[in-house]
């Protein structure tokens, strides 16, 4: 079967400055050349969203693992997710700290049989693991609550797609859904979170609403957790699918109820059949993908559409 891939780093209201639009574009054609090529050499769905999500955390230009936004507190808790869709199985963390890639941990909850852990069973399974302590702050994320804070934490969240000064406020996190030579489908998701949120906020990323697959589709979500959360996104569209609607179809009908209720949130989308689908009400949705001849992304759609794919 031919491979494919779709990623995301973000949605958001807005993308200024040619330098920013070519800087997350590089970003992402190279996170998709990499792990496509991985992906053709025959890597399991499973094992290739783990590597492009970990080269997604490790970019400290998007919103999760290094580069996380910190919390109203000025501490940095990430979350995670990864869903494998052949086995059905969901694994993920929930603000967990110090740590450099938390989609590592959700691939060794895929193995457990409590799959889905919380700060303090994240931690200590961190500990178990003997993972190094990692610090992921970087002086653009400490910046930018500094100067928040002199604001009394106005702002709703954090601006998280690309440089401060090259970007509006917008909503990060990052995700990754894969189609191996098998026909396995797999979604990963990984996010800092919105940023100056309460503590204890609980972000969409790690529940089946941000991200979930099954073995007809895949789907990953960006976007106001909040908002991803009350149209259970992700598992809607896969759902959908299952029930018989192509995946643009599903797309659109769930891209279209969002807008109605005013949501603002993306997602990227994969179904077995080897077609990709993306969606956002966001302005801008910072998505890339590999269709099995050529690399494509949807940094300058900025029109009406609710949907675009590509099989
Ligand atoms: N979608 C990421 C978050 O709101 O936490």
């Excluded at 079967?1 to 574009?25: D, E, F």
């Amino acid at each position: 079967m031919q491979p494919k891939l779709i990623i995301h780093g973000g949605a958001g209201s807005s993308l200024k400055g040619k330098g920013g639009l070519a800087v997350v574009r590089e970003a992402l054609h190279g996170i998709v050349a990499t792990v496509y090529g991985d992906l053709c050499q025959g890597k399991t769905a499973l094992d290739a969203v783990v590597q492009g999500c970990q080269l997604l955390e490790d970019h400290p230009r998007f919103n999760a693992g290094t580069g996380s936004v910190l919390q109203s507190d000025g501490q940095i808790r990430m979350s995670a997710a990864l869903m494998d869709g052949t086995a059905q199985r969901f694994s993920g963390v929930i603000n967990v700290a110090r740590v450099k890639n938390p989609i590592q941990l959700a691939q060794t909850l895929q193995g457990e049989s409590d799959r889905v852990l919380s700060d303090y069973g994240a931690a200590e399974l961190l500990r178990e693991l003997q993972m190094p302590i990692y610090n992921p702050l970087t002086d653009l994320r400490l910046e930018e609550w500094l100067l928040e804070r002199k604001g009394d934490f106005n702002k709703e969240m954090a601006g998280v797609i690309a440089e401060q000064e090259l970007s509006e406020p917008g909503r990060g996190t990052i995700g990754v859904v894969a189609l191996d030579q098998q026909g396995q489908i797999v979604a990963g998701t990984s996010t800092g979170g919105k940023g100056f949120e309460r503590i204890g906020r609980v972000s969409d990323s790690a529940m089946p609403a941000g991200n979930y697959a099954t073995r007809q589709a895949g789907v990953s979500c960006t976007g106001i957790g909040e908002d991803i959360i009350d149209e259970c996104l992700a598992a809607k569209i896969v759902i959908r699918v299952g029930d018989g609607l192509t995946l643009g179809d599903a797309m659109v009908k769930s891209m279209a109820e969002a807008r109605g209720n005013g949501r603002d949130l993306g997602a990227i989308a994969l179904a077995a059949d080897g077609t990709l689908a993306w969606g956002k009400t966001s302005e801008v949705l910072l998505a890339a993908y590999h269709d099995g001849e050529n690399i494509g992304d949807t940094l300058e759609w900025t029109g009406p559409d609710l949907m675009g794919q590509t099989t």
